[in-house]
C-alpha cells in the first residue's frame, strides 16, 4: 500500500487542473496515467485518494448496515462528491468545478499526503489550520499516542 508524506504547494490552472509534483509521483509508483477518486474531506478539503485505496474504503462502507440512520449518513456523507479522475500525460488532475467551490480553492493549492491519502487545500484554508495548532503539540501527542490509546477518549 501507500504511505505518502509531504507537503506541496501547487497552481491551480483556469481548466481547474493541478500537476502532481514530481515527488509526489515517485510516491505512487508505477507509469502512465494513475487513476484517483477525489470527494469532500471532513473539513473544507478534498480528499485524493488512489483508485485501489479508495476500493478499500469503499468495502468497509458496504459493511454498514444501511438500516440504521447513522450508517446512511455516514455513507452519504463519505460519497458525497466522489469523482473519478485520471491524471494526463503531463500528470496533471482535473478537480470538478463543483469540489473547487466547495473547498475554496483558488489559484493557490495545498496538496498534504500522507497515510495513504492527499488531501487538496486552498492554500488559505491550509496556512490557517496549520496556524491553529495548538500551544502545546507536546501535550497533544502525549494524550493521543501516549499511553497506546491512539486517539481514544481514555484517560
Given at each position: 500500500?501507500y504511505?505518502?508524506?509531504g507537503?506541496?504547494?501547487c497552481?491551480?490552472?483556469?481548466?481547474?487542473r493541478?500537476?502532481?509534483?514530481?515527488?509526489?509521483?515517485?510516491?505512487?509508483?508505477?507509469?502512465?496515467?494513475?487513476?484517483?477518486?477525489?470527494?469532500?474531506?471532513?473539513?473544507?478539503h478534498?480528499?485524493?485518494?488512489?483508485?485501489?485505496?479508495?476500493?478499500?474504503k469503499?468495502?468497509?462502507?458496504?459493511?454498514?448496515?444501511?438500516?440504521?440512520?447513522?450508517?446512511?449518513?455516514?455513507?452519504?456523507?463519505?460519497?458525497?462528491?466522489?469523482t473519478?479522475?485520471t491524471?494526463d500525460?503531463s500528470?496533471r488532475?482535473?478537480?470538478?468545478?463543483?469540489l473547487?467551490?466547495y473547498?475554496?480553492?483558488?489559484?493557490?493549492?495545498?496538496?498534504?499526503?500522507?497515510?495513504?491519502?492527499?488531501?487538496?487545500?486552498?492554500?488559505?484554508a491550509?496556512e490557517?489550520?496549520?496556524?491553529?495548532?495548538?500551544?502545546?503539540?507536546?501535550?497533544?501527542?502525549?494524550?493521543?499516542?501516549?499511553?497506546?490509546?491512539?486517539?481514544s477518549?481514555?484517560?
Amino acid at each position: 500500500m501507500y504511505q505518502f508524506t509531504g507537503e506541496f504547494e501547487c497552481k491551480l490552472d483556469a481548466k481547474g487542473r493541478v500537476k502532481l509534483p514530481a515527488n509526489l509521483i515517485r510516491q505512487l509508483s508505477g507509469a502512465g496515467a494513475y487513476e484517483f477518486m477525489v470527494n469532500r474531506g471532513f473539513e473544507n478539503h478534498l480528499i485524493l485518494y488512489p483508485q485501489d485505496v479508495w476500493d478499500e474504503k469503499t468495502k468497509e462502507l458496504n459493511q454498514l448496515n444501511i438500516y440504521i440512520k447513522k450508517n446512511r449518513q455516514a455513507v452519504r456523507y463519505f460519497y458525497r462528491g466522489a469523482t473519478a479522475i485520471t491524471s494526463d500525460a503531463s500528470d496533471r488532475i482535473l478537480i470538478p468545478k463543483s469540489l473547487i467551490e466547495y473547498a475554496g480553492i483558488g489559484k493557490e493549492v495545498v496538496l498534504f499526503a500522507y497515510q495513504d491519502m492527499i488531501e487538496i487545500w486552498s492554500k488559505e484554508a491550509y496556512e490557517q489550520t496549520i496556524n491553529e495548532e495548538p500551544d502545546n503539540f507536546s501535550q497533544l501527542a502525549e494524550e493521543v499516542f501516549g499511553n497506546g490509546n491512539q486517539g481514544s477518549d481514555n484517560e
